[in-house]
Every structure is written in structure tokens, then in C-alpha cells.
């Protein structure tokens, strides 16, 4: 299995842009997770879905992110106009559905992409 | 809401050095519990995991975690560290049997000097 595949790897781009993270999910998992990580704010969740739907997006910091899943193997977390305080890395998680009573999953994570807006 | 802390922000030690690295937790119900390690430059990957049974678990390169269920505690052990150790160190909780409500530790940087 090739895990969590994350692209682009790294995003250099200009304040004001749109900016699209993309995730694949690792192959029948059906949960994924969108997070950002800081030096000042350590690793944040932004959003969750289960199978394709978004559960809490409470930590989606304004309206200039979005994130979608359009299918089970596709996730998307746009951010429009990009700032420079959105400058950090974007990890996208995945774990496999929990089947059973006392059956739970680690994260499998993904490489991360690292977004600097300049 | 569950909150999950971790003792300390920095740890330097020397090679064959003993670690402990604290976590705990808030929540009072059932839990998971994880290790996380990111090396630098890399994603995090994953340690060791608590799901039931034994509260001692043993996980990859040497490492161990205890779960102490009186104290909402599970921290990390090794009894003699390498350089190759150096990296960050993230505990996590998820909350019953079927959430998907994963809660991280603000992380604990550990340095090991040669």
C-alpha cells in the first residue's frame, strides 16, 4: 500500500492566491483528516469526514479554508486568498472504519505539504 | 472537551540516557492512547497504541508506554536513548470505541546529544 499520498509536496505562492492541498486517502479507509501544524500553535485539526462527510469543521480557522471530499479517495482543502499567517505544514490522515466493539485505528498520515505564502 | 497535555516542551539528554516523557489526559471514559514520533523534516508516525489489556505496551525501537488509568496518565519510556531518537514526540487520545475524535499533545521536542 502507498499510504496517505499528499500533493504538491511544497507550495510556495503569493499572498492573495488561491491555494488547493490535495489528499488520497489510503485505500478503504473512510475516515481522513485535514491538520495544520505550527512552531507556534502545534498541530491543529481543521476538519474531519466519515465516509465523505464532513463531521467538524470546527477548526477551520475562517471561511478562506474550505475542504472537500468529493469521493472516498479524494479530499481537498482549498484556502482563498491565501495570507502569510497560513504559511505551515498540512498533514492529511486517514484511519480504516472501526468495525468492532473495542476496535479502534491509529491515524496513518500522510508526508505533509508545505505551504509558504509570501 | 478532552484536553491532553504533555509535561515538557523541550527534553535534552545524552546518548544512553534514560526517557520519560509525561501525558495526560482529561476525559474519564473509556480511552485510546497513542504514541506518535515525527522525525525531522518527516510526517508523524506512529509509536505504540493502547486499545485494552495489558496497561504496559511495548512499540517500535525499544520504546514503551504505561497507561495508569487512576492517574490519566501514559507516558513514554526508554530505557537508553540514541541520537537517532531526536525528533518530536506526540501523545494523542481518542475518546471511546467508535469516535473518531483523535486529541494531540502539544508535542514534546526531544534532543539527544552523541
New interface residues.
Partial sequence: DAGVIQSPRHEVTEMGQEVTLRCKPISGHNSLFWYRQTMMRGLELLIYFNNNVPIDDSGMPEDRFSAKMPNASFSTLKIQPSEPRDSAVYFCASTPPTLFRGQSYEQYFGPGTRLTVT | AQSVSQHNHHVILSEAASLELGCNYSYGGTV?L?W?VQYPG?????LL?Y??GDPLVKGIKGFEAEFIKSKFSFNLRKPSVQWSDTAEY?C?V?EG??G?????G??TRLSVLP
Avoid: D, E, I, R
Fill in positions: 485510546n497513542f506518535y518527516q510526517h508523524l508516525q506512529l497504541k486499545f485494552s506526540f494523542a481518542l470505541n467508535y473518531q475524535n483523535f486529541v494531540f502539544p508535542g
